[in-house]
């Protein structure tokens, strides 16, 4: 039992206090620390606590404070109370968060399941992306999945920006647009920005999926992404 109430925010020596006076009503401080064995020097000011969280209260009999529990009912209050104060301080908590740093999750798929990974994520998570490098290794790699995948687009009404390299014909859904990057011009891997994610799609055997989420690095693809997409032919 002790740990339970430890676990809702009690000390150790307040658990022991609650639960004997669960036991033993109209006791003193004296009689407390003897039974708890608790220093009597810091008696009060675990009851004062108690007190505090409404679990205890006492009587004054000739003069002498003698202390009981008060019904268990009063540690559900105390509960809804520390929520009540968590959902009144967690606007603050929020606003708090610092926007100096990024956190980076990374995580690399290898073989096929890499791709068919970043494509579940897009169709689940996202309204709309932007990928260049294409070169129609994703169609030839993924196969009939590839397919799939152009369909759920299709359904989802996915909207999607690709640029790829003038004079490949690659495989696009409905809300597909397409601009064309100079032949000259190589990227090595497939990039693909959704949301705070960059996914680098490496099409040599075995297969990678790299999938960093970073809402900075995503920033500065996307940023990548815009300028090439200016100065790219429809």
């Not at 209260?57 to 809804?80: C, D, Q, W």
């Not at 004079?167 to 100079?182: A, D, F, H, M, Q």
Request: net charge positive.
């Amino acid at each position: 039992m002790i740990a339970e109430l430890t676990s809702i925010g009690l000390s150790k020596q307040e658990a022991e206090i609650y639960i004997y006076l669960n036991k033993e009503k109209n006791q003193t401080a004296s009689e407390i620390a003897e039974q708890t064995r608790t220093n009597r020097s810091v008696v009060y000011g675990l009851l004062d606590s108690l007190i505090n969280k409404g679990l205890v209260n006492y009587v004054l009999i000739n003069g002498v404070k003698r202390f009981s529990s008060t019904k268990p009912e009063a540690l559900v209050e105390f509960i809804k109370e520390k929520e009540i104060a968590l959902k009144r301080i967690l606007p603050q908590l929020k606003s708090l968060k610092s926007d100096e740093y990024d956190i980076v999750n990374v995580e690399v798929f290898r073989g096929v399941n890499g791709g068919l990974a970043v494509m579940k994520d897009i169709i689940k998570n996202c309204n709309e992306y932007v990928a260049f490098g294409e070169d129609t290794s994703f169609q030839r790699i993924m196969g009939t999945l590839a397919k799939q995948y152009v369909r759920q687009l299709n359904e989802r009404k996915v909207k999607e920006r690709l640029l790829v390299p003038e004079g490949r014909k690659v495989l696009i859904s409905k809300n597909t647009e397409l601009r064309y990057l100079p032949k000259n011009m190589q990227i090595p891997s497939i990039t693909t920005v959704y949301g705070n994610k960059v996914a680098l799609a490496i099409f040599q055997k075995p297969y990678y999926a790299i999938v960093i989420e970073s809402k900075e690095l995503a920033h500065t693809y996307r940023s990548l992404f815009e300028l090439l997409w200016k100065t790219a032919k429809p």
